[in-house]
T-cell receptor, first 111, second 114 residues
Framework: SQQGEEDPQALSIQEGENATMNCSYK?????LQWYRQNSGRGLVHLIL?????REKHSGRLRVTLDTSKKSSSLLITASRAADTASYFC???????????FGKGNQVVVIP | DGGITQSPKYLFRKEGQNVTLSCEQN?????MYWYRQDPGQGLRLIYY???????QKGDIAEGYSVSREKKESFPLTVTSAQKNPTAFYLC?????????????FGPGTRLLVL
């Protein structure tokens, strides 16, 4: 079953703007991860945030987690054309040492 | 895509045919995973293996089979029982066992039905 649900599904922005995408989940989690997928390629891990963390940064990425609302957001600041990709959240809500991936957000950065 | 490889990049299957997708990793990772990706549906787990000679079904195991005879290899067979096999197949591995682990993905195999 898919625990993560990203919203919105598709986003088109100008280079230099910020991109924000959201992920919601249904059950309690220990951690949440974000991955990026370039078209036709495998996924690449971006960041992991634990349930006791509210915000985490990595370069131009900022992830927030609100466990009371069961939601997370990924912010990409000062976007670049190379940020054009699909972004997936994944939670550990399934247990059994496996992740549940959301449906993904497609982000297009226009040069 | 790290030290995990998948082959072939494209695979064509005839009706009634079994085909095998290769996944190899040189990362010395314990666990390996197979996902199916369809447009607009994200990743769905087919099978996963936490240790050699052991594997578990995921959410959509019907019509698929796997083996884990070696730590570095986790091939996926798409059998003739899988009636809608056209999809992008992704293999992944994790260093240890646990859903806090980072998953490292291969470049994927696109399976098409003739």
């Amino acid at each position: 079953s898919q625990q993560g649900e990203e919203d919105p599904q598709a986003l088109s922005i100008q280079e230099g703007e910020n991109a924000t995408m959201n992920c919601s989940y249904k059950t309690s989690i220990n951690n949440l991860q974000w991955y990026r997928q370039n078209s036709g390629r495998g996924l690449v891990h971006l960041i992991l945030i634990r349930s006791n963390e509210r915000e985490k940064h990595s370069g131009r990425l900022r992830v927030t987690l609100d466990t009371s609302k069961k939601s997370s957001s990924l912010l990409i600041t000062a976007s670049r054309a190379a940020d054009t990709a699909s972004y997936f959240c994944a939670t550990d809500a399934e247990g059994n040492n496996r992740l549940a991936f959301g449906k993904g957000n497609q982000v297009v950065v226009i040069p | 895509d790290g030290g995990i490889t998948q082959s072939p990049k494209y695979l064509f299957r005839k009706e009634g045919q079994n085909v095998t997708l290769s996944c190899e990793q040189n990362l010395n990772h314990d666990a390996m995973y197979w996902y199916r990706q369809d447009p607009g549906q994200g990743l769905r787990l087919i099978y996963y293996s936490q240790i050699v000679n052991d594997f578990q079904k995921g959410d959509i195991a019907e019509g698929y089979s796997v083996s884990r005879e070696k730590k570095e290899s986790f091939p996926l067979t798409v059998t003739s029982a899988q009636k809608n096999p056209t999809a992008f197949y992704l293999c992944a591995s994790t260093r240890g066992i646990g859903n806090h682990e980072t998953q490292y993905f291969g470049p994927g195999t696109r399976l098409l039905v003739l």
